[in-house]
């Protein structure tokens, strides 16, 4: 998963000489999936390496704080020697999903550490690893956690109102300012998620007479990369028009020579655009889609806002999809905007902290 190196058999080769992908094949599989799940996966697949180490389930040197050698553990001919001498992690998988269940992480966390492993697993050329036992164990603790009253935890929708407050204390005097408004509003006239506001690149706008188009070339629910448009209408209000914003912000990138390429750009500490020569972001300064969900959570904490603590990256989009169900539009509208798939069940439940309360079954029954 660090370094991904596939290796098949030609069945068509009577010695059984080992085939080679292509190095454009390899680049392909190495970006199958976008850098911040990589990310996550190789942290839930060290995790779950110390933990089985540390329960003597296998022989590894690996410890918590252990880079390297937990980095080439996660290369995929590493994880395949594992395999070899240990056969299939179906039952170590389960005792884990255990481990975390009492621990009190949640369904999601845990579900995520069960695909980290699936994938390093197939990664290795061991096809796929039987998590039959793992689910179950997970399933139990879904019910388990339901009859004693724990929920899984949603973003706190982020609102007009919460918006306006957030984007009136910026210093629009500042890069950083005009920045991180534009990525607040924006952000929740697409109802995009934090990812792919952070993939935004400047040639993915086209203004008109009607506002903003703009392409959102990929997304978690895009497996084809088809791209979807999205039109963004202006807005009532000068500092909260996703259109005027947007336009305020590409000025500033143009005064400094930026006319292509990312959207969203680092900012240093003299207030200046930056790059990445290491560390998580692209060396061409984009920012990523944690970097979002900062900007998110810093500007309503220093706005003050009662729920700061609790918004996220998400909020925006959240925020969205309550806003536009209560001004009347449907869950299809309203999906294929924000890109999610029709019928999805995340989308669907949205709308019903919104109907239950406008659209309540009770109203008029004359109680």
């Not at 294929?336 to 949205?350: E, F, I, M, Q």
Request: charged share 25%; proline share 3%; hydrophobic share 40%.
């Amino acid at each position: 998963m660090n370094e991904i190196e596939v290796r098949v058999s030609d069945p068509g080769t009577l010695d059984n000489t080992p085939f080679v992908l292509s190095a454009s094949a390899l680049d392909r599989l190495r970006r199958a999936k976008a850098d911040s799940t990589l990310r996550g996966y190789r942290g839930d697949l060290r995790r779950f390496l110390v933990w089985a180490g540390a329960e003597k389930m296998i022989t590894t040197d690996l410890t918590p704080t252990d880079r390297g050698p937990i980095n080439d553990a996660l290369n995929a001919a590493a994880f395949a020697a594992l395999l070899q001498r240990y056969g299939h992690l179906h039952a170590v998988a389960a005792e884990y999903v255990n481990h975390l269940a009492e621990e009190g992480k949640a369904p999601s966390t845990i579900d995520r550490a069960l695909a980290a492993v699936a994938v390093a697993h197939r990664s290795a050329g061991a096809g796929r690893l039987a998590t039959d036992a793992a689910r179950a164990v997970l399933g139990t603790y879904r019910r388990d956690s339901a009859e004693a009253g724990r929920r899984a935890r949603k973003a706190k929708p982020l609102l007009v109102t919460n918006l306006r407050v957030m984007v009136d204390i910026l210093d629009l005097d500042k890069l950083a300012g005009l920045r991180d408004r534009s990525v607040l509003v924006l952000g929740f006239a697409l109802g995009a998620r934090r990812s792919e506001v952070a993939a935004l690149d400047i040639e993915d706008l086209d203004f008109n007479e009607h506002g903003l188009e703009v392409t959102v070339r990929r997304s978690k629910t895009d497996k084809d990369s088809a791209g979807r448009k999205v039109h963004v209408p202006y807005g009532a209000n000068e500092q909260t028009c996703p259109v005027r914003t947007t336009r305020a912000w590409l000025a500033a990138l143009a005064e400094r020579g930026v006319t292509s390429g990312a959207l969203y750009r680092r900012i240093d500490k003299h207030g200046e655009l930056g790059r990445a020569p290491h560390g998580r972001g692209s060396t061409d300064g984009r920012i990523t889609g944690q970097a979002v969900a900062i900007i998110v959570r810093r500007t309503a904490l220093t706005a003050g806002l009662d729920a700061a603590s609790a918004f996220s990256g998400h909020s925006l989009r959240r925020g969205f999809a309550t806003e536009a169900r209560r001004a009347g539009h449907d869950q299809i509208r309203i999906g294929r905007h924000g890109g999610w798939k029709d019928g999805s069940p995340t989308l669907a439940g949205y709308m019903e902290d919104v109907d239950r309360v406008t659209s309540n079954a009770l109203a008029g029954v004359g109680l």
